[in-house]
């Protein structure tokens, strides 16, 4: 499949080396009508103030609009999970507004601002080593929206249909598998479609 991967700002390469580990096409995507050259995106981990500025700048709502009416796949990572959150804590502007979920930023505390973890993740078979980065968590969710994996009682992975999202960076370990979760949803979409 043809995946994109917002590149505004943020962490992009180590998105699209494992799309290709794992033998599908990433497309680096720096403007809105490039879109419709993918069947999901990425939303990659970075600064979320920015990479909400930067959507405004080259006019990417309408273009992300369609492609979430659509119903295909968005994967929001770290800052991606925020541009993706209904709700922001303590905030009153938002990004995307397309996921029902409620969150708050940099909700580790100065202490953990980085720390790895290991995770049990609905449906994998052993842990999953994940890499957290000044994150993000989910403070409530929906009731739509299917809860993947906690830390220390806070959600950090989640699925809400067409919507994945994760409060940490998956790019960043050799382990495939949360990327794998996102692939499938992009697949069976297309399945449906023929
Ligand atoms: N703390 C960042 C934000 O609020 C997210 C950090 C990350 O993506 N690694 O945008």
Do not use: W
Not at 22 to 43: M, Q, W
Not at 104 to 120: I, K, M, P, T, Y
Not at 145 to 160: G, H, N, P, Q, T
């Amino acid at each position: 499949v043809n995946l994109g991967v917002l590149a505004l700002q943020g962490a992009v390469r180590e998105h699209l080396k494992m799309i290709e580990s794992l033998g599908h096409h990433g497309l680096i995507i720096k403007k809105p009508e490039e879109l419709s050259d993918v069947d999901g995106l990425i939303l990659p981990g970075g600064e979320s103030t920015t990479m909400g500025k930067l959507l405004n700048k080259y006019n990417f709502l309408p273009a992300l609009n369609k492609f979430h009416q659509q119903k295909k796949p968005i994967f929001g990572t770290c800052a991606g999970l925020i541009l993706l959150a209904k709700e922001i804590n303590n905030s009153e502007s938002v990004h995307l507004a397309f996921m029902d979920i409620k969150v708050e930023r940099n909700a580790f505390g100065r202490q953990r601002e980085s720390f790895e973890a290991d995770l049990d993740i609905l449906g994998f078979s052993s842990k999953f080593r994940a890499v957290f980065i000044r994150a993000p968590y989910i403070m409530e969710v929906g009731k739509g929206v299917d809860i993947l994996s906690k830390f220390a009682d806070k959600i950090v992975l989640a699925k809400e249909g067409h919507l994945l999202a994760s409060a940490f960076h998956p790019e960043l370990t050799e382990d495939t598998r949360v990327h794998q979760i996102f692939i499938e949803m992009v697949e069976n979409r297309l399945k449906q479609l023929a």
